[in-house]
């Protein structure tokens, strides 16, 4: 009887992943057999390893790790400075509130701040640097993007710091080791876990950027989910673009198996 009341309990969620979750993937395979002409083919499989798709996978690949990256180093210290404050649970609504603010409107409100005209420029002609070109750069492209996802890596950073048993940093301190030392040997490898949970976070959703390389960057910031759009939306070649975003699946499924918990 509770094996069935338990089986019961997981319809509705079998039910969401197979709709949501299974159906869109084995579509998107089914589509990447077929060509522009809507005929049976491994041709767009063959495509994807030519120069041009390669260059564009790099490109992804190395425009989400550096979004990693720098959201890394900016969220572990806003994470552990948050841990030590006294209202921290109003300071972490505070970095979360973007979030909540749809993407479009966010990326739009950049491209006031970073315009020609914008308030970027304006401090910029203040301190007597003159205007520059920041939108359109891969500069631009890599800030606005960090920005987004902060939110993403600082709570699982912060929620592995509050779980840190203190006495562990304690005792460390009382041995002797300095604060880097207790960093590196005692909190960083016991909040490793958040660490992973945050690039997973992040790296994956950067891989397929699409909207924000397109408003903020231009044409200089070429990547797979640019290319997913284009074949979608303007070319109407559906098999190629479920091609690449079959590429990428495998791709984020082996991101989240090498920085998954393995305990």
């Known amino acids: 009887m509770v094996n069935r009341t338990r089986n019961l309990y997981l319809v509705p969620y079998i039910t969401w992943?197979?709709?949501?979750?299974?159906?869109?993937?084995?579509?998107?395979?089914?589509?990447?057999?077929?060509?522009?002409?809507?005929?049976?083919?491994?041709g767009n499989y063959a495509k994807f390893f030519t120069p041009v798709y390669m260059r564009m996978t790099f490109s992804s690949f190395w425009y989400a790790l550096l979004i990693t990256l720098f959201?890394?180093?900016?969220?572990?210290?806003?994470?552990?400075?948050?841990?030590?404050?006294?209202?921290?649970q109003l300071w972490l609504l505070l970095i979360i509130l973007p979030s909540?603010?749809?993407?479009?409107?966010?990326?739009?409100?950049?491209?006031?701040?970073?315009?020609?005209?914008?308030?970027?420029?304006?401090?910029?002609?203040m301190v007597g640097i003159g205007t520059q070109q920041i939108l359109f750069t891969d500069f631009s492209f890599i800030f606005v993007s960090v920005?987004?996802?902060?939110?993403?890596?600082?709570?699982?950073?912060?929620?592995?710091?509050?779980?840190l048993n203190p006495s562990l940093v304690y005792a460390s301190r009382d041995l002797g080791a300095s604060s880097w030392t207790t960093f590196r040997r005692v909190i960083f490898p016991l909040?490793?876990?958040g660490v992973k949970a945050g690039c997973q976070a992040v790296f994956i959703p950067a891989l397929s950027l699409f909207m924000i390389?397109?408003?903020?960057?231009g044409?200089?910031?070429?990547?797979?989910?640019?290319?997913?759009?284009?074949?979608?939306?303007?070319?109407?070649?559906w098999?190629?673009?479920?091609?690449?975003?079959?590429?990428?699946?495998?791709?984020?499924?082996?991101?989240?198996?090498?920085?998954g918990n393995r305990r």
């Open 100 to 125: 909540w603010i749809n993407l479009l409107l966010k990326a739009y409100a950049f491209l006031g701040l970073f315009g020609t005209y914008g308030f970027a420029n304006a401090v910029l002609e």
């Open 191 to 193: 909040t490793l876990d």
């Open 147 to 163: 920005y987004i996802f902060i939110p993403f890596m600082v709570l699982p950073i912060y929620n592995a710091l509050e779980e």
């Open 71 to 88: 959201s890394l180093l900016v969220a572990y210290p806003t994470a552990y400075l948050l841990t030590r404050l006294k209202h921290k």
């Open 239 to 259: 098999g190629m673009g479920a091609t690449i975003a079959v590429f990428l699946i495998i791709a984020m499924a082996i991101i989240m198996i090498i920085t």
């Open 219 to 237: 044409n200089r910031v070429i990547t797979l989910g640019t290319a997913i759009e284009q074949h979608f939306l303007v070319t109407q070649d």
């Open 17 to 42: 992943i197979a709709l949501f979750v299974v159906a869109p993937i084995v579509l998107i395979v089914y589509y990447s057999f077929f060509d522009v002409e809507g005929q049976f083919t491994l």
């Open 213 to 217: 390389t397109r408003l903020i960057a």
